[in-house]
């Protein structure tokens, strides 16, 4: 189980790291409001894994809460990384 774990938590921090630099490539996202939508459901997961962990304290083995922690960690890493690109992009790559 663990290993489920530790392959959905890289599978999602990977496949956001190539969308945004496969967006960079292009040029940037065209619109602001999707990847607000995004940043915010990214938020969300983390926040619904981060209580799945809390729920289960006592019945997972460290191993696995470790990894649960850190799935929930790469969902709120890739919503901060969504922030930082509306907070700090080019006026010309939002509208």
Do not use: H, K, Y
């Not at 065209?30 to 459901?41: E, F």
């Not at 619904?48 to 790469?74: E, H, K, Q």
């Amino acid at each position: 189980m663990e290993t489920t774990e530790a392959f959905i938590a890289f599978v999602c921090l990977v496949s956001l790291i190539v969308v945004l630099l496969e967006a960079q490539r292009a040029g940037g996202f065209r619109q602001r409001w999707p990847i607000a939508a995004w940043a915010g459901g990214l938020f969300a997961l983390s926040m619904f894994a981060s209580l799945r962990v809390w729920t289960n304290l006592d019945a997972w083995s460290d191993l696995r809460i470790l990894m649960g922690l850190l799935g929930a960690s790469n969902f709120f890493f890739g919503g901060a990384l969504l922030v930082r690109w509306l907070v700090w992009a080019p006026p010309s790559l939002r509208r």
